[in-house]
């Protein structure tokens, strides 16, 4: 092998892998699917620039993530960057669907699922809840519909305070894997849901109004939720339970908090018409199999590849 070449191969590169975390290989995977859709899609796309842009921002950040983790000594601020850098990503990717998913599968599925529903149940659920509505039920399962947001941070903040970094790399990695593989569903199954499937729509005859934070929460969900594709599976349902597994795992006590909490998520997806029940089912099962695919490779590619995104 000629001399110059020696240093393209020495035991540093080889070894490269070992700065990496298993999040930093998660979230690359995603950003690449989303560059080839990206690519695919860049002719009929309106958001050519906004692409590009985001693109190659998520990967500046991420090479600048690897490069903080691997300094001799990591400040306290650094490690609660590194603990917000997973967020980052997966909002700013979710933000991406929204520039490629028209024009990658332009079908809809509000049709099939709604069908579903009724063979399931022999009802539609978002109406048949409808004799319940009322002002102070309404306040409440919107405020339940907005605690799945911060929900997945509370334990995550527990284990970052106990400094328990393997078990917070391990829950990020299983949360990581949940929020990924639910938005590649969104590709192959694209629909808007109860709100807009236009057929339910016309039998929904009461509006959901609430007493202060209703509209409130409604309207800046709307605003701030590009894709509008994003039914199936019920992301809110995976990671919902996704959190409650965590928290089974690293603080039993909580449940009897968290279980009830739980239900009223689960309810408030059909009370306030974000979701069909097969949508439910659809995370409830996407959930059991990322867990299944976390507990069966994580250790396995940890121990033998990868370091953990948050060290003493």
Known sequence: MPKNFNGLFDTKMLNLH??????????????????????????????????FVLLTGLLVFQMLIIKIRNTTSLTYWQKLLLLIYPAVFLVMIFDGIHLVLPYINSNVYDRQLYEIDYRLLGVNPTVWIESYINPYLTELMYILYFFYFPMPLIILGYLFRKKLFKELDKSLVFLLVTYYGAYLMYFLVPALGPRYYTELVMQQSLSLDGLWLTD??????????????????????????ATIIIIAQ?????????????????????????????????????????????????????KKYFVTFISE
Do not use: M, Q
């Not at 999040?23 to 796309?45: E, P, Q, T």
């Open 18 to 51: 070992k700065k990496l975390s298993l999040i930093d290989v998660v979230n690359f995977i995603f950003w690449l699917a989303i560059f080839i859709f990206y690519i695919i899609s860049f002719k009929l796309s309106s958001y050519k620039l906004y692409g």
């Open 216 to 241: 409130i929460i409604r309207n800046t969900i709307s605003s701030l939720e590009h894709n509008k594709f994003d039914a199936f599976p019920s992301l809110h349902t995976a990671i919902s339970l």
């Open 250 to 302: 690293y603080r039993k006590i909580w449940l009897w908090f968290f279980i009830p909490v739980l239900i009223g998520i689960l309810v408030s997806l059909i009370y306030c018409r974000y979701h069909y029940f097969i949508d439910i089912i659809g995370g409830i099962i996407w959930t059991i199999t990322a867990y299944w695919l976390t507990e069966h490779f994580y250790e396995k590619l940890h």
